[in-house]
């Protein structure tokens, strides 16, 4: 029991039942003191007016906090969203620059693709035609190789004709030489053996002696003292000459010419 | 998923991504960062395509949220390959926070306290297979295998042939994939790339095809040397050759769909070889990038017969048109099918086979991925 005012714990924390809790001396003079109920009375309604004013304090004291931890709390949200927006804008404008790096290589890359692709087409297409062309080429240069041949072939086989041909000529021309020579010397023979008989005749009538001897030497003369032999010293029964073989002459010839 | 209200989750999704995919995986990747901003350095800078990915899984998953069969193994296998990211259990939590500020962010006044247990239930379940798959296989792999290129061989303006050397082996099987980040050149950029060669070795051959803008494709066919380094995740893809069979093989590629094919072959040949077909289609001789190779594969094995056909080139002497038709005019029943090429290609060739008698469920395919 604590025993007087002087006692009560100080105004912060005073509560109604601290104030139950004083007691006060009873008073030595007689006729000084207060009566005992009234005092008892006030402390009580002291008591509850403390409680009471104890109670509507921590009441406010909590609402008060309660409001300043909401706007703490409210502002604190507000941060996190503003941060949290600031961020999700940072992140979209990094990706959107990714992105077009990303868009640009694969344009680039593409348009690469695109004229590789034209290239190689056009180098296969070209290899193909050129091919196709050497090709055609060789198989001409052969072509024309084979019909070379064969016109050098027709050549040769038309000089041979050609060759042939003089060749035959050639002798029937010397067959006719031959023969002629033979003709003609068998006319000098006949010739020259008239001669002679007419030459020893004429001599025989002046010298006979020189006759008998020249006709033993000369046994064929029997044949030939039957001809008559004229005074231009041609034989009347002389063989005919020959007549030059006149057949594909003039064809023979211009042929020959043309060969140039 | 038992006590979880699917039906209310999937309508307050549908209400979400009405305000658009993109825009809600915006505001995801902006929460998590800021929040979390140790997490910026998993991803690429330009976001576009990871925003694609997140609302694919989101949606995947919303869909399927009551077929546990279906999500489980997509999960597990989503799991296993963010390994590769660096991604570890801490992060989870961190993501699924993000998650939620966003659905109640876009929900605005529908948001609800149940909606918020809904989703965190879920999100529970989701993390859950993700971690606890990556965790399976923590044991006995690690998360990506290091790689450096040790030559690079442009064979024509746009095909590469890269030799890549790992510091351990790697578990793929032949025909299988696995996504590659070029470290040195586009680091946190992954894309998938099939090895040509059959496993066991340190060394790995890849066929890279430059696709038309594709950082990736345009940084390793113009732009690697030898010395560079590169990141390889698990293993990917289902197009393998079955264990234990020895029916006939009809092997049908186009362009660098070859490297899955070489891969396989090289495997057939260590297990005794049988009668395989090859096609190999190009569009012009210039694409024959591996020609070499192909003439020494048919010549050295009895039991491989291969067959190049040339769509677009006036000087090709052999089989002239797309590979899937002239494939199609064989004889193939009783024959393990595997279709690998463009997406255009795989399509086409697969109509013309089906159509020609093959039956569908013989035929294994993969396609081209993305840029």
């Known amino acids: 029991m604590t025993d007087s005012a002087a006692s009560l714990p100080d105004l912060d924390t005073v509560t109604g039942a601290d104030l139950q809790k004083v007691t006060f001396a009873s008073s030595k003079a007689f006729g000084h003191g207060y009566e005992q109920h009234a005092v008892d009375a006030f402390i009580d309604r002291c008591s509850a007016v403390v409680d009471h004013l104890r109670n509507r304090l921590s009441q406010q004291e909590a609402e008060i906090a309660g409001l300043r931890e909401r706007v703490e709390r409210d502002s604190k949200s507000n941060e996190v969203q503003h941060a949290i927006s600031v961020l999700s804008q940072a992140q979209q404008t990094a990706d959107k620059t990714v992105a077009q790096a990303d868009e640009y290589s694969t344009r680039v890359m593409a348009e690469a693709r695109d004229l590789y692709e034209d290239a190689r087409r056009n180098a296969a297409t070209l290899e193909q035609e050129t091919e196709d062309k050497a090709r055609g080429v060789y198989d001409d240069a052969l072509a024309r190789a084979a019909t070379l041949e064969r016109e050098a072939q027709d050549r040769v086989s038309q000089l041979t004709l050609t060759a042939a041909t003089a060749q035959t000529e050639l002798d029937s021309q010397t067959a006719y030489l031959r023969t002629l020579r033979d003709a003609t010397r068998t006319q000098l023979e006949v010739f020259l053996e008239g001669l002679l008989d007419h030459v020893a005749g004429e001599y025989g009538r002046a010298h006979p002696m020189a006759a008998e001897a020249a006709n033993q030497a000369t046994p064929h003369r029997g044949r030939d003292s039957n001809l008559q032999v004229s005074p231009n010293g041609a034989s009347s029964e002389a063989t005919a000459i020959p007549q030059q073989p006149q057949a594909d002459q003039s064809n023979d010839r211009s042929s020959v010419a043309g060969d140039a | ?371």
């Not at chain 2, 790339?193 to 066991?200: D, I, L, Q, V």
């Not at chain 2, 345009?218 to 893809?237: E, H, I, W």
């Not at chain 2, 090289?266 to 096609?279: K, P, S």
């Open chain 2, 1 to 371: 998923m038992a006590d979880i209200d699917t039906a209310a989750l999937k309508d307050n999704f549908a209400a979400v991504a009405a305000h658009g995919g993109d825009g809600v995986a915006l505001y995801f990747y902006s929460y998590l960062f800021l929040k979390y901003p140790e997490t910026r350095d998993m991803f690429p800078p330009s976001m576009t395509r990871q925003r694609d990915r997140l609302v694919g899984a989101l949606v995947r998953i919303v869909t399927n949220v009551d077929k546990v069969g279906e999500l489980v193994p997509y999960l597990e296998d989503l799991g296993r390959d963010h390994r590769k990211f660096g991604a570890v259990a801490a992060h989870y939590p961190a993501v699924g926070e993000a998650l939620l500020a966003t659905l109640a962010h876009f929900s605005g006044d529908d948001w609800t306290s149940e909606l918020q247990e809904n989703w965190t239930a879920a999100y529970g379940v989701v993390s859950g297979a993700m971690s606890g798959a990556a965790e399976r296989v923590a044991q006995d792999e690690p998360a990506w295998w290091d790689a450096d290129i040790i030559n690079v061989d442009r064979r024509t303006f746009d095909i590469a042939v890269l030799k890549v050397r790992t510091n351990t082996v790697h578990p793929y099987a032949a025909g299988q994939s696995f996504s590659v980040e070029p470290s040195t050149l586009r680091p946190r950029e992954w894309r998938l790339y099939t090895p040509a060669n059959a496993p066991g070795g340190r060394e790995i051959e890849l066929h890279v095809r430059l696709i038309d803008g594709g950082p990736v494709s345009t940084a390793l066919v113009r732009s690697a040397a030898a010395g560079d380094k590169l990141r390889l995740g698990p293993p990917f893809g289902r197009m393998m050759l079955t264990q234990d069979s020895d029916s006939p093989l009809l092997l049908i590629a186009g362009s660098t769909g070859w490297a899955p094919m070489k891969a396989m072959i090289e495997q057939v040949a260590r297990d005794g070889g049988r009668r395989t077909h090859l096609y190999f289609g190009a569009r012009s001789i210039r694409e024959i990038y591996d020609r070499k190779v192909l003439e020494e594969l048919s010549d050295r094995y009895p039991w491989l017969t291969v067959v190049i056909a040339v769509s677009d080139d006036i000087r090709w002497d052999g089989p002239r048109g797309m590979v899937g038709d002239i494939a199609a005019e064989g004889e193939w029943a009783g024959h393990d099918v595997f279709v690998c090429g463009s997406p255009a290609m795989v399509e086409a060739t697969i109509k013309r086979l089906i159509s020609s008698g093959v039956p569908e469920q013989r035929i294994k395919f993969e396609e081209f991925g993305e840029a």
